[in-house]
């Protein structure tokens, strides 16, 4: 079966740090990019960062820029979320997301693009 897997969140103290790991299985992203969306209770679904299946040229939503780090496991089809000086703000259902092709005209941090998601991971930070 086509489908992204996540692993990791839970709860932590401000300031603390969580890892968010997305597995692909049944895709192959050659040329393809994938990404971080989080929601929060009575919001809209927003972009956290996305990356290229190459590995290459991250961008963040400034809200979480210097604080997380998006990157790409190639060998084990993965892309991860790497999540410090977590703040109360950054509680949300984290789901990773991923559509081939991506190009430098594909709008990243739109959700309205990708194809494929995960089941989402709850990530809670207390104060």
């Known amino acids: 079966a086509q489908q992204l897997v996540q692993s990791g969140g839970g709860s932590v103290q401000a300031g603390g740090s969580l890892r968010l790991s997305c597995a692909a299985f049944?895709?192959?992203?050659?040329?393809?990019?994938m990404a971080w969306f989080r929601q929060a209770p009575g919001k809209e679904r927003e972009a956290v960062a996305s990356?290229?299946?190459?590995?290459?040229?991250?961008i963040y939503a400034d809200s979480v820029k210097d604080r997380f780090t998006i990157f790409r496991d190639n060998a084990k089809n993965t892309v991860s979320l790497q999540m410090n000086s977590l703040k109360p703000e950054d509680t949300a259902i984290y789901y990773c997301?991923?559509?081939?092709?991506?190009?430098?005209?594909?709008?990243?941090?739109?959700?309205?693009?990708?194809?494929?998601w995960g089941q989402g991971t709850q990530v809670t930070v207390s104060s």
């Open positions: 997301a991923a559509r081939a092709p991506c190009n430098s005209a594909t709008r990243r941090l739109d959700p309205g693009v990708y194809i494929y």
């Open positions: 049944g895709l192959t992203f050659s040329g393809g990019c």
């Open positions: 990356i290229y299946a190459s590995g290459f040229f991250k």
